[in-house]
T-cell receptor, first 115, second 113 residues
Framework: GAVVSQHPSWVICKSGTSVKIECRSL??????MFWYRQFPKQSLMLMAT?????????EQGVEKDKFLINHASLTLSTLTVTSAHPEDSSFYIC???????????FGPGTRLTVT | KNEVEQSPQNLTAQEGEFITINCSYS?????LHWLQQHPGGGIVSLFM???GKKKHGRLIATINIQEKHSSLHITASHPRDSAVYIC???????????????FGKGTHLIIQP
């Protein structure tokens, strides 16, 4: 149980285009989902907290107009990287928590390369 | 903001050795996570603990809340244990519900046959 999927697992896009990444909780309802990113040889960093039915909370330094997060249902959150630039190339990973829980269940991640 | 420090950063050991990875954090937390990341990037949650000790197979995790310190141990290590082990704790202590995690830099573990 407690499986989280992400789609796509990898994507290559051209500079200036937008890319959408989906995060789904497959067998549980997730009121809260988190989006993290990891640049090569660096730690994972929290980008934003996504609560179902409300606006996401972004960490300092993360542009909310560039990284659009939608959490319209209890099983799906999406992250859209708008007007992608090569410096947005990174590994993006989501996690989800069950209602009232602390444990985070991680998706497999999405590797984004912007050319 | 919580600071999470891990040691060692790199560890190479022989198969069968007992492995210890340490983690310290600066802010009181609701729960600490130990994660495993393989070369492809995928993350597996190993433990979440808020007190005492947990065991799963050859893995043992302990936490001392007063000292803000946790350890991950691997007994009878095997080459398949080679991975990056990461500890993570909530970035802010809210006392209720899940919070986004602050991650340590990870320990690169290599177990040689």
């Amino acid at each position: 149980g407690a499986v989280v999927s992400q789609h796509p697992s990898w994507v290559i896009c051209k500079s200036g285009t937008s890319v959408k990444i989906e995060c789904r909780s497959l067998d549980f309802q997730a009121t809260t989902m988190f989006w993290y990113r990891q640049f090569p040889k660096q730690s994972l960093m929290l980008m934003a907290t996504s609560n179902e039915g409300s606006k996401a909370t972004y960490e300092q330094g993360v542009e909310k107009d560039k990284f659009l997060i939608n959490h319209a249902s209890l099983t799906l959150s999406t992250l859209t990287v708008t007007s992608a630039h090569p410096e947005d190339s990174s590994f993006y990973i989501c996690s989800a928590t069950q209602i009232g829980g602390y444990e985070q269940y991680f998706g497999p991640g999405t590797r984004l390369t912007v050319t | 903001k919580n600071e999470v420090e891990q040691s060692p950063q790199n560890l190479t050991a022989q198969e069968g050795e007992f492995i210890t990875i340490n983690c310290s954090y600066s802010v009181g937390i609701s729960a600490l996570h130990w994660l495993q990341q393989h070369p492809g990037g995928g993350i597996v949650s190993l433990f979440m603990l808020s007190s005492g000790k947990k065991k799963h197979g050859r893995l043992i995790a302990t936490i001392n809340i007063q000292e803000k310190h946790s350890s991950l141990h691997i007994t009878a290590s095997h080459p398949r244990d080679s991975a990056v082990y990461i500890c993570a704790s909530p970035g802010r202590y809210s006392g209720g519900g899940a919070d986004g995690l602050t991650f340590g830099k990870g320990t690169h573990l290599i177990i040689q046959p």
